[in-house]
Nanobody, 120 residues
Framework: QVQLVESGGGLVQPGGSLRLSCAAS????????MSWYRQAPGKERELVAT????????ILEDSMKGRSTISRDNAKNTVYLQMNSLKPEDTAVYYC?????????????WGQGTQVTVSS
C-alpha cells in the first residue's frame, strides 16, 4: 500500500522557518522523482520544488528560489522541504508528490497535505 505522509507544517510568523517532511512507503522510493506542491485557498495547486530520484538535481520554482531547499534521504524514504524567510503568501496546504523517474505509465502518488500558515 502506497503512502506519502507529510508532516512539519504549522503556524509560523513572517520571516520564520519550517521544515516539511514526507515519509514514503509502498514503492521503490529511490526510483521516484519527488516534488512539493502547494495550494492556497481559492488558487490552483502549484509546483514548488522537485528533486531527482538520486537527489543529484533539484529545481526550485521562482516562488521559493533563494528561500528554500529540497532534499531527500533515500535510506529513510523521506523527502524534505526546508523553507526560510517565510511570507504570508506562502500560506497553503503543502503536498508531497511522487512519479517514477522513467516509466511514465506508472501511477503518480500524492500525500494528504500539511497546512502551513504564515501569520503574525
Amino acid at each position: 500500500q502506497v503512502q506519502l505522509v507529510e508532516s512539519g507544517g504549522g503556524l509560523v510568523q513572517p520571516g520564520g522557518s519550517l521544515r516539511l517532511s514526507c515519509a514514503a512507503s509502498g514503492f521503490t522510493f529511490s526510483r521516484y522523482v519527488m516534488s512539493w506542491y502547494r495550494q492556497a485557498p481559492g488558487k490552483e495547486r502549484e509546483l514548488v520544488a522537485t528533486i531527482t530520484a538520486t537527489g543529484g538535481g533539484t529545481i526550485l520554482e521562482d516562488s521559493m528560489k533563494g528561500r528554500s531547499t529540497i532534499s531527500r534521504d533515500n535510506a529513510k524514504n523521506t523527502v524534505y522541504l526546508q523553507m526560510n524567510s517565510l511570507k504570508p503568501e506562502d500560506t497553503a496546504v503543502y503536498y508531497c508528490h511522487a512519479r517514477h523517474e522513467w516509466v511514465r505509465t506508472l501511477p503518480n502518488y500524492w500525500g494528504q497535505g500539511t497546512q502551513v500558515t504564515v501569520s503574525s
